[in-house]
Each structure stands twice: as C-alpha cells, then as structure tokens.
C-alpha cells in the first residue's frame, strides 16, 4: 500500500468504531448548521445520526467483517476463527439493524435506549474480555487494546448521554410549551 489514498481508507476502516463515530458527529453538525432547530431537537439530532452510524452503521459493517472476513477478523483481534466470528457477527447485524430502525426522528425514546442498551451489554462485555486478554496474554494486537478497547467503553457512555440529555430536552420543551386555546361552540 504505497498509494497514499489506499492507507487512508485502509486505516479509516481498521479505526472503524472511531471513524464511523466521528462521520455521525460530523452529518449530524452539517444538519444543526442547516436546519437550525430548537435546543431540544439539537439533542436529538445527535443522538439520531449516533444511532444511524456509531450504531448501525458500525454493527453492519462489523458483522460483515466477522462473517464475511472471520479469519481476519480474528487475527487482527490476535485470536483463533473458531466459530465465535459467525456468532459475533450475526449478532452485530442484528445491533445494527436495530440501530437504522431507531434513528429516525419520529421512533420514540423507548426504542432509541433499547437500540442503546444491547450494543452497551456487547461492548462493556466485550472491553472486559479485551482487558482480561491483555492483562492474561499480554494480548496487544490493534483489535485488542487499540481503539476498539477505548470506543467499546465510551460508545454506550456517549450514547447513554445524548439519549438523557435528548429526552431531558425535549421533556422540558413539552412542559414549556403553552398550552392549547380551547375553542367553545
């Protein structure tokens, strides 16, 4: 990989959990600056495009990558494919679908924390499978201890957080808001 374009990409998706991320982040502050919304929908906003990509996104291609790739997968991890990466893999789909169908605006609040809540017990769960790893084998391949170790214990903390502070908002915006003129026949 001379051709500096092909290292780009090539790290771009091997920091896919990041780099997914961030593109969330960025289309979701392109859309503030265009729309402008009220505070509350700001909120929102994000945390709708952090379910399309830090979520959907992400698990999609993360399934792809287990089943479809599972020997490289797993080596990048520095494990053996012996069978985990097609369960893994099916499960991240299934994450990730969850995630696509939360992230629209008018899905409610209950079904964006259950998008949340599943990849969080997967990724806390999965840190401290890292962690055990690297502290019993001295594990330290990219996939291991890179940043896949640090976005699986910050991606359900960021997302936990925009989803309050989301609902917080928009709870408070319906209690400010004036209420309806009754109209008499």
Same mark, same amino acid.
């Given at each position: 990989?001379?051709?500096?374009?092909?290292?780009?990409?090539?790290?771009?998706?091997?920091?896919?959990? =990041?780099? *997914?991320?961030? /593109? %969330? &982040?960025?289309?979701?502050?392109?859309?503030? !600056?265009? $729309? +402008?919304?009220?505070?509350?929908?700001?909120?929102?906003?994000?945390?709708?495009?952090?379910?399309?990509?830090?979520?959907?996104?992400?698990?999609?291609?993360?399934?792809?990558?287990?089943?479809?790739?599972?020997?490289?997968?797993?080596?990048?991890?520095?494990?053996?494919?012996?069978?985990?990466?097609?369960? =893994?893999? *099916?499960?991240? /789909? %299934? &994450?990730?679908?969850?995630?696509?169908?939360? !992230?629209? $605006? +008018?899905?409610?609040?209950?079904?964006?924390?259950?998008?949340?809540?599943?990849?969080?017990?997967?990724?806390?769960?999965?840190?401290?499978?890292?962690?055990?790893?690297?502290?019993?084998?001295?594990?330290?391949?990219?996939?291991?201890?890179?940043?896949?170790?640090?976005?699986?214990?910050?991606?359900?903390?960021?997302? *936990?957080?925009?989803?309050?502070?989301?609902?917080?908002?928009?709870?408070?915006?319906?209690?400010?808001?004036?209420?309806?003129?009754?109209?008499?026949?």
């Amino acid at each position: 990989m001379d051709d500096p374009i092909s290292g780009i990409i090539a790290f771009l998706l091997m920091n896919f959990t =990041v780099t *997914f991320f961030v /593109i %969330g &982040v960025i289309v979701a502050a392109i859309s503030v !600056a265009v $729309r +402008r919304p009220a505070r509350a929908d700001v909120l929102a906003t994000f945390l709708n495009w952090f379910l399309f990509f830090a979520i959907g996104v992400t698990y999609v291609f993360n399934g792809i990558m287990h089943t479809v790739f599972g020997d490289m997968a797993a080596a990048s991890i520095g494990w053996e494919n012996n069978g985990f990466q097609a369960e =893994v893999g *099916f499960a991240s /789909i %299934g &994450v990730g679908i969850v995630g696509f169908m939360a !992230a629209p $605006r +008018r899905m409610p609040f209950s079904l964006k924390l259950a998008a949340l809540v599943g990849p969080a017990c997967f990724l806390w769960g999965a840190a401290g499978t890292h962690i055990a790893d690297i502290i019993t084998t001295g594990n330290l391949a990219p996939n291991n201890a890179g940043p896949v170790l640090y976005t699986d214990i910050l991606i359900p903390i960021i997302g *936990f957080a925009l989803w309050t502070a989301a609902y917080v908002a928009r709870r408070r915006q319906a209690a400010e808001a004036p209420a309806p003129i009754a109209v008499t026949a």
